[in-house]
């Protein structure tokens, strides 16, 4: 049992290390205060399905972005929607003609709709600078002049900027809340470490040239999800340097979190598809390391019933994890329910097992389709 208990002891620590080097990282990566007076041209890219929910609140951000409108290009790709979303968007560009909006169908060749979405509304872009977000999301009206600023100063080929929820009091909501900070947390301070491992698809934007000189999305369109991380691999294999994280509250979307257990759960597995085909080792390591320490979190629990030490190992992750995920809330400039702190660090190492559990099996629903694994 000692041999045991020191062993996770040594796996917690490998795990403390790396959580502080993102809180490290996180500190390094400063905000950019610079303004340019050239103004970058745009071609944003929203691949929709069945959003007719969420597109009025898009719209309505659209209208408010605080960019000169003959800059700028909107491409809506329909990917075969049966809800009333076509006719929102046809409805919005009636009223709104001095907003440059195409409505365009997706162009189904692969597994992945979202990337044959996006490759479809590439080839075209009039612009050279690509930025993608989601239907679902609601964009700040500073976004475009933040991403010019930034882009104008310091010449990227890819740049990877936050994503927030809106606050909702719900348990669910609350967790996933929690959780998102925690990948942001990640996201920034690996960035900031200099080693890149997260990107979220919802606000990311890259060079069309770029893009297509690394042929795109062709070597990863066999797996359903990944249109972000494995784009992200594609860029930083290309030139490391030049793929940058834009740490500026500024140019943060923000989005929604799902409503119900089974569909966070649908959207869990979707996103666990793609975790075996990284090709970057370290990216695969870090994902090794925390399954592990999930698991002897869980290990603990129990071990803690018998052995009261074996809960200094629970104690030594909720620490680290709590510096990450409260910096990461400040960023985002939101608080954090403590009660529900407390309950999402009890459950989220049984919820990851059991993910990568059922994960391994069977397929997975999202949008009203089945995809296999």
């Known amino acids: 049992m000692t041999l045991l208990y020191f062993i996770c002891l040594g796996i917690i620590g490998a795990y403390v290390l790396l959580i502080f080097s993102f809180v490290i990282g996180f500190d390094l990566l400063k905000i950019n205060r610079q303004i340019s007076e050239k103004k970058t041209h745009f071609s944003i890219i929203v691949p929709f399905r069945n959003e007719a929910e969420f597109l009025p609140e898009l719209l309505n951000s659209i209208t408010k972005l605080n960019y ?88 990227p080929n890819m740049v990877v900027a936050p994503v927030n929820f809106v606050s909702k009091n719900s348990f669910l909501a609350q967790f996933q809340t929690i959780d998102f900070y925690s990948m942001q947390g990640t996201t920034i301070g690996s960035f900031g470490m200099q080693y890149p491992i997260m990107a979220n698809g919802a606000n990311l934007a890259y060079k069309k040239e770029v893009f297509n000189q690394l042929n795109g999305f062709e070597n990863n369109n066999f797996i359903t999800s990944g249109d972000d991380v494995f784009l992200l691999e594609n860029f930083l294999s290309h030139n490391p340097k ?3 994280f834009l740490k500026d509250y500024a140019a943060c979307v923000s989005t929604y979190p799902v409503k119900t257990w089974k569909t966070l759960i649908q959207q869990r597995k979707r996103w666990a598809a793609k975790a075996t085909h990284f090709s970057n080792t370290y990216t695969q390591l870090i994902g090794l390391l925390v399954f592990i320490t999930n698991g002897i979190c869980i290990l603990a629990f129990f071990a803690a019933f018998f ?36 309950k999402t660090l009890l459950f989220y190492p049984f919820f990851t097992f059991y993910i990568a559990a059922i994960s391994m099996f069977g397929s997975f629903h999202w949008k009203d389709r089945a995809f296999k694994k």
């Open 68 to 155: 000169p409108k003959n800059t700028f290009e909107i491409l809506f790709v329909d990917d075969d929607s049966s809800d009333n979303s076509v006719s929102i968007l046809n409805k919005f560009c009636t009223v709104n003609p001095h907003i440059n909006i195409q409505l365009i169908p997706n162009n189904r060749i692969s597994n992945s709709p979202k990337k044959d979405a996006i490759t479809a509304a590439i080839h075209l872009a009039q612009h050279q600078w690509i930025i993608c977000t989601d239907a679902d999301c609601i964009l700040p009206n500073k976004w475009l002049e933040t991403y010019s600023n930034f882009i104008e100063t310091f010449n």
């Open 307 to 342: 052995n009261p030490r074996y809960i200094w190992l629970f104690c030594l992750k909720f620490i680290i994890d709590t510096v990450l995920i409260f910096k990461t809330a400040g960023f985002f400039q939101q608080k954090i329910n403590l009660f529900s702190y407390l």
């Open 242 to 244: 030049k793929v940058l």
